[in-house]
T-cell receptor, first 112, second 114 residues
Framework: GQQVMQIPQYQHVQEGEDFTTYCNSSTTLSNIQWYKQRPGGHPVFLIQLVKSGEVKKQKRLTFQFGEAKKNSSLHITATQTTDVGTYFCAGESGGSNYKLTFGKGTLLTVNP | ETGVTQTPRHLVMGMTNKKSLKCEQHLGHNAMYWYKQSAKKPLELMFVYNFKEQTENNSVPSRFSPECPNSSHLFLHLHTLQPEDSALYLC?????????????FGPGTRLLVL
């Protein structure tokens, strides 16, 4: 079945440093979504990427979808303590049987 | 955010108890989901309902029994659970069940089975 892998599992940075998490799929994805879950909270939708090679930005966050639509990345520039949380990617490979598969997530901690 | 609500927020139950989790969405969506989130594991999809009909049962043990009386409400009935069932149970909704749909999650019920 479809697998979505995320690395790293954990990342600890100093405030102001950059952060990147990577998402890789075993199959070509029709789209990829990114969610953020704050400690003690629930996943909240951040963004969706659909087109090959697509790049989207949200303030300090840059999301990228690979040319082959099998990988994606989330990059945060100059992290802040408010960026703390787990970042999940979720992908769906299309076809008649819908199943949005979530990665394990990357837990980001930021030292002030 | 109050689009998707879940009750109770915390639940402690013994292995012989019967309890129910409730989810309600106020977004006018047609699809609702139950997920299980355990430590060090990815989000596990349990059930999917679309227009009140179950469209996905991801090999979930029968001690978990979902119920969807209408598109706005979703229940998860629990009985004779095991300690390994302790986890955060998240409800989510989306407009439809297409893979492009954004999912809106509730705050979750943190379940502890003793």
């Amino acid at each position: 079945g479809q697998q979505v892998m995320q690395i790293p599992q954990y990342q600890h940075v100093q405030e102001g440093e950059d952060f990147t998490t990577y998402c890789n799929s075993s199959t070509t994805l029709s789209n990829i979504q990114w969610y953020k879950q704050r400690p003690g909270g629930h996943p909240v939708f951040l963004i969706q990427l659909v087109k090959s090679g697509e790049v989207k930005k949200q303030k300090r966050l840059t999301f990228q979808f690979g040319e082959a639509k099998k990988n994606s990345s989330l990059h945060i520039t100059a992290t802040q303590t408010t960026d703390v949380g787990t970042y999940f990617c979720a992908g769906e490979s299309g076809g008649s049987n819908y199943k949005l598969t979530f990665g394990k997530g990357t837990l980001l901690t930021v030292n002030p | 955010e109050t689009g998707v609500t879940q009750t109770p927020r915390h639940l402690v139950m013994g292995m012989t108890n019967k309890k129910s989790l409730k989810c309600e969405q106020h977004l006018g969506h047609n699809a609702m989901y139950w997920y299980k989130q355990s430590a060090k594991k990815p989000l596990e999809l349990m059930f999917v309902y679309n227009f009140k009909e179950q469209t996905e049962n991801n090999s979930v043990p029968s001690r978990f029994s979902p119920e969807c009386p209408n598109s706005s409400h979703l229940f998860l009935h629990l009985h004779t659970l095991q300690p390994e069932d302790s986890a955060l149970y998240l409800c989510a909704s989306s407009q439809g069940t297409g893979g492009w749909e954004t999912q809106y999650f509730g705050p979750g019920t943190r379940l502890l089975v003793l």
